[in-house]
T-cell receptor, first 108, second 114 residues
Framework: RKEVEQDPGPFNVPEGATVAFNCTYS??????FFWYRQDCRKEPKLLMS???SGNEDGRFTAQLNRASQYISLLIRDSKLSDSATYLC?????????FGAGTRLTVKP | DTGVSQDPRHKITKRGQNVTFRCDPI?????LYWYRQTLGQGPEFLTY????????KSRLLSDRFSAERPKGSFSTLEIQRTEQGDSAMYLC????????????FGSGTQLSVL
């Protein structure tokens, strides 16, 4: 079993749609959680951290369920510029593990 | 440019040759990570340094791979006796540390083994 698992998609949605991505992790001792965004042929960049209480940044909402070892990302009112691969990231003691990513394409 | 820099951007080599990549992290960052990424996959963890100490190394990293970070500044990743399966994008990232875990990535080194 992979340490961080994501639905690879692709998700193809129209502009303005709401889309949700899920991620599960296997290491119950994991300490920190993040969503990164990666555009085609570019390096990953931090989108947002994920906190147990849930957190929101504009159109983006991230949630963490430690009991289920599950992380989610919700994008509301999706824009063409949201098209990218979204990577779930989990920190253990000495490393940061990435999921394989979920590809999102937002269409006009 | 004060970001993470990697050199070279591209490397083409023949199977069996040795290659070395360099990463210069952001100057005040004490954590440095190496990842490998292939098409359609997320970055795969290779190894991690806290200052000059290599604290974690992936089980997937064969003995042909070695990384160093002398003096806790720049880092090098060497692959000996390259194989075609080593072809990938090699990404370096750095972060400040405990209170700020945000990873800043370099643009990567694209390795092609012929």
């Amino acid at each position: 079993r992979k340490e961080v698992e994501q639905d690879p998609g692709p998700f193809n949605v129209p502009e303005g749609a709401t889309v949700a991505f899920n991620c599960t992790y296997s290491n119950s001792a994991s300490q920190s959680f993040f969503w990164y965004r990666q555009d085609c042929r570019k390096e990953p960049k931090l989108l947002m951290s994920v906190y147990s209480s849930g957190n929101e940044d504009g159109r983006f909402t991230a949630q963490l369920n430690r009991a289920s070892q599950y992380i989610s990302l919700l994008i509301r009112d999706s824009k063409l510029s949201d098209s990218a691969t979204y990577l779930c990231v989990v920190r253990g003691n000495n490393d940061m593990r990435f999921g394989a990513g979920t590809r999102l394409t937002v269409k006009p | 440019d004060t970001g993470v820099s990697q050199d070279p951007r591209h490397k083409i080599t023949k199977r069996g040759q040795n290659v070395t990549f360099r990463c210069d992290p952001i100057s005040e960052h004490n954590r440095l990570y190496w990842y490998r990424q292939t098409l359609g996959q997320g970055p795969e963890f290779l190894t991690y340094f806290q200052n000059e100490a290599q604290l974690e190394k992936s089980r997937l990293l064969s003995d042909r791979f070695s990384a160093e970070r002398p003096k806790g500044s720049f880092s090098t990743l060497e692959i000996q006796r390259t194989e075609q399966g080593d072809s990938a994008m090699y990404l370096c990232a750095s972060s400040q540390g405990q209170d700020n875990e945000k990873l800043f990535f370099g643009s990567g080194t694209q390795l092609s083994v012929l």
